[in-house]
């Protein structure tokens, strides 16, 4: 996406701002309609796993497709370590060229310049593919997944139930339909996100009030949770219905005893990673003398080959 024009569309029928971009698409040449392709692709290679197993035909559904390219996007930011894309080097770009990806608040729970993040195929592809839970407040449904419901009465709350085993971000996407009827008027249904703790601690709120999407991403401990979809307001549509999809991944480990070394004269970083395998994770280390970072002196970026 253009990112030097990601204001995006700020008035509609329902309040303003309307948040856009949805998400974005790494392209070297940095416009929406070389990005736009990628996007639905990615969706059209989905569509055709989904042909192929029928326990997925509730995935058709575009508020579900959008909702898990939605909620698979990077929302973190590293520098490419392979050569793609025409045999044009991305090693020393990343993946948010103007800043991090930044969720603003509870009620613009979307990056102003990014939306959900970045696509990634990969991520969304395991979401589809992990299929379809329906919400039970008793069984916990599975760390990746999806769901579609339709028929939602106003003031429905419908629950998910997880159970997190290591500490974990977690994230997920609601997302629901404009509704325009034969005469042009406009219907915007609100719902909201809440997840609680076994205490029944609201520790994840998405409530945006203008636009057609919740996102929730969080920090979680091991435990037990549960995610709460409320249907606030009809908006004066005639039917209402969402498409969700989520994901639990573990967090990185922090690497310790960080030490620069002089080895035959040369400056040599070395780190222990505390036995955790170094092929499941990238890392990033700054290398700055002020102790706020203010000033980055250098920056090496890991992957599967080299720590």
């Not at 030097?4 to 790494?26: L, T, V, Y």
């Not at 609601?174 to 609680?196: E, G, M, Q």
């Not at 945006?208 to 920090?219: A, G, P, R, Y």
């Amino acid at each position: 996406v253009n990112t030097d024009a990601f204001d995006g569309a700020e008035i509609n029928d329902h309040g303003s701002p309307r948040f856009k971009p949805d998400i974005i698409a790494q392209q070297k040449l940095y416009a929406s309609s070389f990005a736009t392709p990628t996007v639905c692709s990615a969706a059209a290679m989905m569509l055709e796993r989904i042909t192929v197993d029928p326990s997925l035909s509730n995935a058709w559904n575009s508020v579900v497709m959008k909702a898990i390219l939605m909620a698979g996007a990077t929302r973190f930011n590293y520098k490419a370590s392979t050569e793609w894309g025409e045999g044009i080097s991305q090693v020393n770009l990343p993946i948010f060229t103007q800043g991090e990806w930044i969720r603003v608040s509870d009620d613009q729970p979307t990056s102003e310049k990014y939306g959900a993040g970045s696509l990634n195929i990969l991520s969304s592809y395991n979401i589809l593919d992990a299929g379809e839970f329906n919400p039970s407040a008793t069984n916990p449904v599975a760390n990746l997944g999806w769901d579609y419901e339709d028929a939602i009465e106003e003031n429905q709350t419908n629950i998910y139930t997880f159970n997190i085993t290591t500490a974990s971000m977690f994230s997920a996407v609601l997302n629901w339909h404009r509704i325009i009827d034969d005469d042009l008027n406009s219907y915007l249904a609100d719902y909201s996100i809440k997840v609680f703790d076994a205490n029944d601690t609201i520790v994840a709120t998405s409530d945006n009030l203008t636009s057609n999407i919740e996102l929730i991403e969080v920090k979680l401990g091991a435990g037990n949770y549960r995610m709460e979809i409320l249907a606030k307001d009809n908006g004066g549509a005639p039917l209402l219905s969402y498409g969700l999809a989520w994901t639990v991944k573990e967090v990185v480990p922090e690497p310790a005893n960080i030490q620069l070394l002089n080895i035959n004269g040369i400056d040599t970083l070395q780190w222990n990673l505390n036995g955790f395998p170094t092929n499941n994770y990238k890392y990033r280390i700054e290398i700055s003398q002020a102790e706020d970072f203010s000033s980055i002196e250098a920056e090496i970026y890991t992957d599967n080959a080299y720590y």
